[in-house]
Antibody
């Protein structure tokens, strides 16, 4: 059974960079069948896809966030990571990592989510 | 990219059927058979309910079904049960990925 677990600071100051890591267990992140995505959800609001990475390192980002987002992968640790720069209060949200089927772009396994608050 | 359009809320009585619509454009819903649906209970991570428009993952009740016509996808839940009360989100591929705004299902 694949499991994903987000980790990182729960509080980030405005203008700084938000950094999160997703650790995958129960399966190899190097499997060629999947992408690995980040998705966020502000309190009381809907889901917003942030971006995805393939194990080759190729990435695809939400156009509205592209200038501030970097997603990377560390296959040796079975992890992938998110960096979001120049954060504001609008970036306060629960951040989820998810497994993403490479041929159909659906998210079949999700982490439990981690709340990141942007505040001074 | 704009979020897909879903009704803010729907409701139904136990045993009834409801349908949630998800409207996009020819660049997303209408252009690909890559529509998926997710159920989210309060405080929980979303759960995949339908993928590739109409396919159910193993373990998902056959009371859940999906379809698509043109730029609009639909999720139908038949035989409503109390446990179906949740938020539902659609998602589509569009050279990236996009979600709908979400629909709150209330079981009366």
């Amino acid at each position: 059974q694949v499991q994903l677990q987000e980790s990182g600071p729960g509080l980030v100051k405005p203008s700084q960079t938000l950094s999160l890591t997703c650790t995958v267990s129960g399966g190899s992140i190097s499997s060629g069948s999947y992408y690995w995505s980040w998705i966020r959800q502000p309190a009381g609001k809907g889901l917003e896809w942030i971006g995805r990475i393939y194990t080759s390192g190729s990435t695809n980002y939400n156009p509205s966030l592209k200038s501030r987002v970097t997603i990377s992968v560390d296959t040796s640790k079975n992890q992938f990571s998110l960096k979001l720069s120049s954060v504001t209060a609008a970036d306060t949200a629960v951040y989820y990592c998810a497994r993403d089927w490479a041929k159909s772009y659906y998210f079949d396994y999700w982490g439990q989510g981690t709340l990141v608050t942007v505040s001074s | 990219q704009s979020a897909l359009t879903q009704p803010a809320s729907v409701s139904g009585s136990p045993g009834q059927s409801i349908t949630i619509s998800c409207t996009g454009t020819s660049s997303d819903v209408g252009g690909y058979n890559y529509v998926s649906w997710y159920q989210q209970h309060p405080g929980k991570a979303p759960k995949l309910m339908i993928y590739d428009v109409s396919n159910r993952p193993s373990g998902v009740s056959n009371r859940f079904s999906g379809s698509k016509s043109g730029n609009t996808a639909s999720l139908t839940i038949s035989g409503l049960q109390a446990e179906d009360e949740a938020d539902y989100y659609c998602s589509s591929y569009t050279s990236s990925s996009v979600f709908g705004g979400g629909t709150k299902l209330t079981v009366l």
